[in-house]
């Protein structure tokens, strides 16, 4: 592409020559290769504007910076070189995003689940549709690794483009708040965007949880989305409600709301669920269960509905739905149960751990840690909950990362010291795993929780090999 195309209408001031053929996009100087543009990006630890002469080295032919820097024959200086980098992105890739309905799921926790509702749903209306988030991108069932939970914007569009030519027309992605605090959605117009809850967490990298519901906020401001589906429980989702412009539209578990559950109930283990949306009363049964998963459902259904989607669609794709990493049982031969899921979170710990008690007729083991070089305010708080609600408790490694593993795991069990709660500190997370689930007995429940569908563990920095489900299946076997 010319150099002239890809910085059309963008704010900048260009030295060069406009002509220069662009085969490439780079933010990382060791991605870089002969005639690829590269960005500078300021980061937290790093800026970008110190490797553009390495990039250059590599075969960088324009540079996109924050300042002059007098190193290479295209410069191009904008105010700010994230923004430029999503805008940029998306017209090096054709602005593919245009030829797709973009669907936003935005909260702390309950991002996945709700991604892998709507693909359900839209799929059974016969609506091609791609997912865009902690678990990859997956298109028409391939998955493609991102390593985040919203893939940077060269990547990104780079998977819209792929989307549009295979036939995709609904995309449906999870927006971090990292994301949208560092414009890798800038330029994107969701046809809804939906709003699931906030609790704390990556207070490591905002600060203060009013840092972390401006980040989130971004998603609904009006040059972002056209529609707002948001937790009428919450009192994020009311402030967003009385602040935004553009439409929006409420679901609450209680009575009112645009969409509200009407009654709830079970059935051979499977959750019925009578949900009035729109003033229209449907009838739901699903293999998701619990009181949140309730919550994801009707933000689900409202959206669905808001976008033209039949009732019986709906019910058809909640009716077999099934989220990788997310409240996944395994039978023991014994007659216990374990569970795995990826709750990371003080408030998911809380929802996962009391729906497992449920299910629980005996004992209920809980095997967790908490992730290296993140939010430590959150370990303690993790450890409280797992007091108050487990019978036992094995405090293991949960990506680590540069931290060691036990300071993490006494960070935790701060949390569990001078509660009733028998807890045991194992660093190695699969001989906890098999510690749990060796001593489990007839009735109890095994609840592994963090990673989910994961399929490694972050020590050093090396991203080795590992999968709690896989753990666990090996156990079976």
Known sequence: MKLKELIDGLNCTFIGDADTEVVGLAIDDKNVKEGYAYFCLVGAKSDGHDFAKSAICHGASVIITEKRLNICKNEIIVPNSRIALSLMSARFYGDAHKRLELIAVTGTNGKTTTTYILKNIFESSGERTAIVGTNGVIINDKVYESGMTTPDPIFLHEMFCKMVDQGVQVCVMEASAHALDLYKLFGLKFAVSIFTNLTQDHLDYFGSMEKYSKAKQK???????????????TEFG?????????????????QGGDAYCVKKWYVNGEMCLNVCVLGQTIQIKTTLIGDYNAKNILASVLAAKLLGISDESICQGLRDVHVPGRF???????????????AHTPDAVQNVLSECRHLTRGRLVVVFGCGGDRDRSKRKIMGQMASTLADKVYVTSDNPRFEN?????????????????EYLREVDRKQAIHMALDEAKD?????????GNENYIDI?????PYSDIEVVKEFLE
């Open 460 to 464: 050093n920095g090396k991203k080795l």
């Open 219 to 233: 998603l609904f401001e009006d040059n972002m989305s056209q529609m707002a589906v948001l937790n009428a429980d």
């Open 238 to 254: 009311q402030a967003v409600r009385r602040i935004r412009k553009g439409i929006s539209f409420m679901y609450s578990v209680g």
């Open 443 to 451: 009735g109890d429940v095994v609840a592994i929780l963090g990673k």
């Open 405 to 421: 593993p036990l300071d993490i795991i006494n960070d935790i069990c701060v949390g569990l010291c001078g509660s009733d709660v």
């Open 328 to 342: 996944n049982a395994y039978a023991l031969p014994n007659g216990a149960l374990s569970i795995v899921d990826y």
